[in-house]
């Protein structure tokens, strides 16, 4: 179904979706055929591009499984790109704890003999801690690898490689060192430390896979982002010379950036004229688009630290695919546990879900986004009539840094009644 071609003017300058990881158990995403998201690779500062594939869903891993499997299972920062020519449209699926559930390494990890690494944990605790600002901007799962359990574990090779990244970028001048400024999101929940609350109740094993299941919510939220056309990619080198090389030319690109950087800004828009058109009409950033702007508004100008850096980006590897035609097969589990640790993040395919119910609910979200602004602010913050049905752009316009380029459709799902009565008709 077509739908406008809103452009964002400078999307080297902005983001579609900061670098983050998701705070679910699992998330279950379908993008459409743009591309533009992208995985944070174990070490170092590199990304890989997750390649759209028709009928196919992408997994990842979120921190409330990363403490259940006692950090067996990663939860991988990744983060979508603006698009300069193309809209783009996702829905992932987050399927969480409830807030009253107290999740920990599960008990039969324990039993057999591991150390735990986090504490039991009340979730609404564990997200509350964590504002959305917050943890986007936090430090990332490597940082476990710091808590004295397992460093113990880490093998002489690993510890090398840490030490030789280490060298290597304090050496860099200027470049931001976020794992060292920055809170570490885990932090409190390592067993180290003294619990914050007690627990309501104990979870038992039974509890893990009797209860979370049919407890799991979900938020199917309809991301409208506009991420970048790909631009000619460099490989990223470990070679030393090169990489610093890469650093070098960054850095001198980095103040060159900076300096443009105001003189591009939108000249009508200032901040209260932006908030009420953006968030007050309902228009959002697609309507901000529509609108023909030939430079990016001030507001969604990113920290240089917070763009994603082309020359960081690793074209030759790729996330596994897993095709799930054969579930039983243990060789498919083998492969989804293996993905799970390795990378946090896969996709399958011949997974069962209909191609037609993937592409109805793509369509659904073009319907909503194609409401005029008025129908679709009926849902926003300020006016929804529940707070599980909600459209925005940011989630905190006051906090950010800065705006992501991006709009967005945030649905709870509670129950079939709750959906028929609240959720906008063209997405039921
Ligand atoms: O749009 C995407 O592909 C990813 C969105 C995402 O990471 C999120 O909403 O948590
Ligand atoms: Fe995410």
């Known amino acids: ?14 983001v579609g979706v900061g670098r983050h990881s998701d705070v679910s158990t699992l998330t279950i995403l379908l993008q459409d055929e743009i591309g533009g998201l992208f995985v944070r690779q174990k070490d170092g500062d590199n990304w890989i591009h997750v390649p759209p594939i028709k009928g196919s869903l992408v997994i990842n891993v979120g921190d409330a499984l990363q403490i259940m499997s006692n950090g067996r299972y990663r939860s991988v920062e990744h983060r979508v790109v603006a698009n300069g020519s193309n809209n783009r449209i996702s829905v992932p699926i987050f399927v969480n704890p409830r807030p009253a559930d107290v999740i920990g390494p599960l008990p039969e990890l324990i039993a057999s003999g591991e150390k735990p ?55 860099l001048p200027a470049r931001p060192q976020r794992n060292k400024q920055l809170p570490q999101r885990f932090k409190d929940y390592q067993v180290s430390l003294p619990a914050k609350r007690t627990s ?5 094993q039974e509890e893990v896979y009797m209860e979370l299941p049919p407890g799991f919510s979900s938020t199917a939220s309809n991301l409208i982002s506009t991420p970048l056309k790909p631009r000619s990619t460099t490989a990223f080198s470990s070679n030393t010379l090169i990489f610093f090389l890469k ?20 000249p009508f828009l200032d ?15 697609k309507g901000l688009s529509e609108l023909g702007l030939t430079a990016l508004p001030k507001q969604y100008i990113q920290p240089l630290e917070e763009r994603t850096c082309m020359s960081n980006i690793v074209p030759q590897e790729s996330i596994p695919i897993i095709d799930m035609s054969n579930w039983e097969d243990p060789q498919v589990a083998k492969s989804i546990c293996d993905a799970a640790s390795k990378w946090g993040f896969f996709q399958i395919v011949n997974h069962d879900v209909p191609i037609e119910v993937l592409e109805n609910v793509k369509d659904a979200t073009y319907r909503f986004f194609r409401l005029p602004a008025e129908v679709k602010n009926k849902y926003s913050k300020e006016h929804s009539s529940s707070n599980n049905v909600r459209f925005g752009t940011s989630f905190t316009p006051q906090a950010e840094k800065a705006l992501e380029w ?3 459709l945030s649905l709870f799902y509670v129950s079939e009644e709750e959906t028929s009565a609240l959720w906008p008709s063209v997405c039921r």
């Open 1 to 14: 179904m077509p739908i406008p071609n809103p452009k964002c003017p400078n999307p080297e300058l902005t």
């Open 247 to 266: 650093h070098y030319l960054l850095l001198s690109t980095r103040s060159l950036l900076e300096s443009m950087a105001p003189t591009l800004a939108h």
């Open 200 to 204: 309501p109740h104990t979870i038992n």
């Open 406 to 408: 991006k709009d967005y």
């Open 271 to 285: 901040s209260s004229a932006l908030r009420e058109f953006v968030i007050n009409q309902g228009n959002g950033v």
């Open 117 to 171: 690494i986090y504490k039991q944990v009340l979730y609404s605790d564990f997200t509350s801690n964590i504002s959305f600002v917050k943890h986007m901007m936090d430090s990332i799962p490597e940082q476990l690898d710091s808590v004295p359990e397992r460093s113990q574990q880490s093998s002489p090779t690993q510890k090398q490689g840490l030490q030789k990244d280490t060298q290597v970028t304090s050496s």
